[in-house]
């Protein structure tokens, strides 16, 4: 059985055309397996590395390397909390506490209902907005209890 639909396939394939070189729309590619999947699994990896006649390593390396991508499956709406220096001197702990009380769920793990997870996330770039929230790759600014809760009207 295939990781992708042919339609999957067909997207994933247009990343490799789409630069002057194929390997400059891995990431582009991999995002696209992170919303279909929710995750990049090894296997998925190993179907892009074919794509994109790349080295499994290749694709794996990049795969782990960013925070945008994980390698387990995350909720339908992915949340990150920065605890880089900057947000944990904010009271990303706090936050951290707030997420788990709100959500009822501990970092890495998804809400029952299969609608968020969340987890502590390195250096966002964003320390003057600490500690930061991050909603499906989006920059929400200050993790308030107000922005927490509001987490609970996502669909």
Not at 14 to 26: E, F, I, S, V
Request: glycine content about 8%.
């Amino acid at each position: 059985m295939s990781a992708f639909t042919p339609e999957q396939e067909k997207v994933l394939v247009a990343w490799t055309k789409r630069y002057p070189y194929p390997n400059m729309g891995l990431v582009e590619a991999l995002r696209s397996v992170q919303e279909w999947h929710r995750c990049v699994t090894p296997a998925a990896a190993a179907r892009v590395a074919e794509l994109f006649e790349l080295p499994f390593s290749r694709v794996w390396g990049v795969a782990t390397f960013f925070p945008s991508f994980t390698t387990k499956p995350t909720g339908r709406h992915r949340v990150g909390l920065c605890h880089g220096l900057s947000c944990s001197l904010a009271g990303s702990d706090k936050m951290e506490t707030c997420l788990e009380e709100t959500l009822g769920t501990k970092a890495f793990e998804t809400s029952a209902d299969g609608k968020l997870s969340w987890e502590p996330m390195e250096c966002l770039g964003a320390c003057e907005q600490g500690p930061a929230l991050l909603v499906n790759d989006r920059l929400q600014g200050q993790a308030t209890p107000d922005k927490i809760a509001k987490l609970k009207e996502l669909k």
